[in-house]
């Protein structure tokens, strides 16, 4: 059967099979990590593992929520992801409607301009971004850790694909019934880039939801540690509760998994789009 098959199909077959191999694996973490959230540490570094909770507890999620702010942690997640998601899609929308339909001079410059800075990776604007996040005096706020990262040239550039994608009459119609830019944008434009919009939303909410680095040089209170600080700061116990830690892991996993599977079909689209036109 084997020689019977074309070379691209050995490919292929090769290919799937290494994928498949790589998606286990990766699956497989996830449900160890989710396993042993439910088991006391003891049983987590008993040899030979149980790769079933033959005895299942919550007692890990309970000292999760009861000994430790992670309420407070999961909270402070929610409203710093919530608000930048919010101010990334109307900014970046706003942007990339400027780009793909308005003519003014220099637009292409402009935007091969804001597209480069995709190249510069953020950790080394770090130090700059500091001194002018503390000259604002706003250090130890949930300002510091939305602000700085509402500027999204990917979202922009993802939009901007989106929104080009849409035919000109459209705008062009609305214009001889005479609405305004913002009247166009509001109600044709943006309905119609719901699913661009969604993929944004998305990438925005994950990658703010999981950035550690930036969020941690401005943590200086405990009243504003988001969940990856305030998991991360679990790791520093001399005596590590691995099954808390791993608690701590599922709370700060869940939501993300929640969020890809119920908006997949807009992520998928909207990738897809931004991806082949331009």
């Given at each position: 059967m084997w020689e019977k098959l074309k070379k691209a199909d050995k490919i292929d077959l090769i290919l799937n099979f290494f994928i498949v191999i790589f998606a286990l694996s990766n699956v497989f973490i996830l449900?160890?990590?989710?396993?042993?959230?439910f088991q006391y540490?003891?049983?987590?570094?008993?040899?030979?593992?149980?790769?079933?909770?033959i005895r299942p507890t919550i007692h890990n999620f309970t000292n999760l929520f009861e000994g430790t702010n992670a309420l407070k942690w999961t909270f402070n997640s929610l409203f710093v992801a919530a608000t930048t998601t919010f101010l990334v899609v109307?900014?970046?929308?706003?942007s990339a409607y400027g780009f793909a339909k308005l003519k003014f001079f220099g637009r292409n410059t402009l935007f091969l301009i804001l597209i480069s800075t995709l190249m510069i990776p953020k950790e080394i604007i770090f130090i700059p971004l500091f001194q002018t996040t503390r000259a604002l005096g706003l250090i130890g706020t949930y300002?510091?850790?939305?602000?700085?990262?509402?500027?999204?040239?990917?979202?922009?550039?993802l939009m901007r694909q989106f929104y080009q994608s849409l035919p000109d009459e459209l705008r062009e119609s609305a214009k001889i019934d005479g609405a305004k830019e913002v009247t166009i944008f509001i109600k044709i434009i943006m309905p119609l880039g719901k699913?661009?919009?969604a993929a944004l939303a998305i990438m925005t909410f994950i990658s703010t939801w999981n950035d550690y680095l930036w969020q941690l040089i401005l943590t200086t209170k405990e009243s504003i540690k988001t969940l990856p600080i305030g998991i991360a700061s679990l790791l520093q116990i001399i005596n590590p509760d691995y099954g808390l830690r791993l608690a701590g892991s599922v709370v700060s996993v869940v939501p993300m998994l929640v969020l890809f599977i119920a908006f997949q079909k807009y992520f998928t689209k909207g990738i897809t789009i931004g991806a082949v036109k331009g």
């Open positions: 449900y160890w990590t989710f396993a042993n959230s540490t003891y049983t987590i570094v008993k040899v030979p593992p149980e790769l079933f909770p109307i900014m970046s929308s706003l300002s510091s850790m939305i602000l700085p990262n509402t500027a999204f040239p990917l979202g922009v550039f699913a661009g919009l």
